[in-house]
């Protein structure tokens, strides 16, 4: 009987820590808009190592370009 009210209090636990978590997520709302003028143009192809879908980044931010994923994996620079 005290495993099965340890159990729920942990399962009760774990719902209240993933709604806090899910209302934070909302309440910080999407990131801001990047700066015109820090958006330079590119040319990177990059191609899905899974399924081939293959694709080109035209426009980035900031110095470093982060590989899209597809698939569930970083695409590569083709
Ligand atoms: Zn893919």
Avoid: K
């Amino acid at each position: 009987m005290t495993a099965l009210v340890l159990v729920a209090a942990l399962v009760g636990l774990a719902i209240i820590a993933v709604t806090v978590w899910s209302i934070g997520l909302i309440a910080s709302g999407p990131p801001p808009e990047p700066d015109p003028e820090d958006i330079r143009e590119v040319d990177v192809p990059y191609v899905c190592t899974v399924c081939g879908l293959s694709l080109t980044v035209s426009q980035a931010q900031g110095g470093e370009i982060t590989a899209p994923r597809h698939c569930r994996e970083n695409m590569a620079e083709a």
